[in-house]
């Protein structure tokens, strides 16, 4: 039913996209590593799309897909492997005084005290960008550093 093209190279994205993790971060359970999964998967995928009704396709394949092969494992955490907001940035952690990993945003208020910090910070440093940091404009800023953390950005 898609209208895109997708190929290895895509695949490719998906497991470098899970490799910038560190495993101890995850080994408190899988849920958060299959919501890694889910984001690197929305990243390569969903955001090419141009319709909702490919988004919402695309979202019941991964609700089958974790039903058939997590079996164990969905049933019970089916609420937090599907929670929104599915963000995922390296520069959470780095604010957090520890080292650039590759992190859940927990919502989008703390996601918007973190770069409304960092606009802070550059504010102070070079010429002020009045900027307002609505939800779809910190969702681009968290895909735009993803892009550019990954090697030849």
């Known amino acids: 039913k898609f209208h895109y093209q997708f190929n290895l190279k895509d695949i490719a994205n998906i497991f470098q996209g899970l490799l910038k993790t560190n495993s101890s971060m995850y080994r408190d359970g899988a849920c958060k590593f299959l919501r890694v999964w889910l984001h ?6 969903a955001d090419r799309f141009i319709q909702m009704s490919h988004h919402a396709e695309l979202q019941s394949m991964f609700e089958k897909l974790a039903s058939r092969h997590f079996v164990g494992l969905v049933g019970a955490i089916k609420e937090d492997l ?7 940035t390296s520069f959470i952690a780095e604010v957090q005084c520890h080292e650039r990993h590759y992190l859940l945003a927990k919502d989008m208020s703390s996601l918007k005290k973190v770069l409304e910090d960092k606009l802070t910070e550059y504010n102070s440093e070079h010429s002020v960008m009045n900027l307002v940091l609505f939800d779809d404009a910190m969702l681009h800023v968290c895909r735009i550093t993803r892009i550019t953390d990954n090697p030849c950005g």
């Open 40 to 45: 690197e998967c929305h990243r390569v995928f």
């Open 82 to 88: 599907f929670a929104q907001p599915l963000v995922m």
